[in-house]
């Protein structure tokens, strides 16, 4: 059985070991530093005797292989192996993290379960059942960084399954085989969690713990994102700098801006039913005109609502009539709907809209496209109104 020495001592990261067998790129070593993956912390890379390591898993057997693309390592040859530390050492860090973050998280929210953990170079997250407000997690993220302050000691022992003390720790007893030692992590005396998995030794180590993302993760729950160390510097830095260029352009105080953007999307939403409403109204109150016996209706409406300019265009179709609609905003959406053969909307409406720079297509009886230029509105009208003056005349 190969030693693992992350087990009792996560800062080796060189170490000589025996090759025990070379099986294409897959090396077995007697002893190794290499941390295989689990907990949702990903393996570690490196070099075995200067060839790159680049990944390290469990066989079916319980051994740790590591694997070294285009090795000549032979079987008996004793070996100098060294585990990307900086890597490792984030890793370690980000792992930790999420240990002291979960349990300030659930200091909040009792209730709160983990759905899944992610701890990798790219990124550190971990899911929980539900969400949590943003105060929830400040409150959490203080907690965490008073930890990181006191310098708790991170300590490992082992339990039996039947300890009184197990139901103190954090646990998910269904997914440790019955054979297999229970491994317990101590944050001081903040936090028990079983783990198998590597961790510093101090929390001081993690520098600091800061929140910067959270995301739905479907049936799973949230994702709550998280950094530490010189990382976490910098991207606090950078939030606190874009919150207050945000804050400038709402034009208020800093403790003020979270109910400021809540009125800001309140009044927005308003405004868009209103807008929406006035659309419909104004399309409804326009007659169309008797043109050689066909009503067409003519409208230039404010708002852009596709739901709005269609249902105004369908309700004149269905009497037979014409509908020409060229709905307003920063650009023109136009519509043509004709319940009459003698206007194909295929065929004429891209021709206007080509004149002034536009696209649209669509069947013989509901076409539509847009105009970037929103001032040629009336222009867009009348040529419309021109072309469908012609067909319906040529055909009465
Ligand atoms: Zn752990």
Redesign the pocket.
């Known amino acids: 059985m190969t030693d693992e020495i992350f087990r009792h001592d996560g800062y080796v990261f060189e170490f000589e070991a025996n090759v025990v067998s070379v099986k294409g790129d897959e090396v077995i070593l007697d002893s190794t530093a290499f941390y295989p993956g689990g907990?949702g912390q990903v393996c570690d890379t490196g070099a075995i005797r200067g060839i790159p390591v680049t990944e390290a898993f469990y066989d079916k057997d319980g051994n740790i292989v590591h694997m070294v693309t285009g090795n000549d390592l032979q079987p008996g040859e004793r070996v100098w192996c060294s585990v990307d530390w900086d890597r490792r050492y984030e890793l370690m860090q980000g792992?930790?993290g999420?240990?002291l973050l979960f349990c300030s998280l659930k200091r909040q929210c009792p209730d709160l379960t983990i759905t899944k953990i992610m701890i990798s170079p790219e990124s550190k997250y971990v899911i929980v059942n539900h969400d949590l407000s943003w105060e929830q997690i400040r409150e959490a993220q203080r907690f965490a960084n008073q930890a990181i302050v006191d310098n708790l000691a991170v300590t490992k022992s082992i339990m039996d399954r039947d300890d009184p003390d197990l139901e103190k720790v954090r646990i998910k007893l269904d997914r440790i085989p019955e054979d297999e030692e229970i491994s317990v992590?101590a944050i001081g005396n903040i936090d028990l969690?079983a783990?198998s998995?590597v961790?510093v030794m101090e929390t001081s180590e993690l520098e600091m713990l800061i929140v910067d993302r959270k995301v739905s993760a479907g049936k799973d729950g949230i994702a709550i994102h998280f950094k530490v160390g010189q990382e976490a510097k910098n991207v606090a830095a950078d939030l606190a700098s874009i919150a207050l260029e945000i804050v400038d352009g709402i034009g208020c105080k800093t403790e003020d801006s979270v109910r400021a953007v809540a009125n800001m999307r309140h009044d927005l939403d308003l405004e868009g039913r209103l807008l929406r409403k006035a659309t419909k109204d104004l399309a409804v109150s326009t007659v169309p005109e008797d043109v050689h016996g066909t009503p067409v209706l003519y409208a230039v409406l404010p708002g852009t609502d596709r739901a709005v300019l269609t249902d105004a265009a369908e309700s004149v179709k269905s009497k037979g009539g014409v509908a020409l609609i060229v709905g307003v905003t920063d650009t023109l959406a136009v519509i043509m709907a004709s319940g009459t053969p003698a206007v194909d909307c295929r065929k004429l409406l891209p021709d206007v809209l080509k004149q002034f720079g536009g696209r649209g297509g669509g069947k013989p009886d509901f076409a539509q496209g847009g105009v970037t230029d929103s001032s040629l509105a009336d222009e867009v009208l009348k040529a419309m109104r021109a072309t469908v003056e012609k067909s319906l005349s040529s055909s009465s």
């Open positions: 907990g792992h930790t999420e240990h992590v969690s783990c998995g961790h």
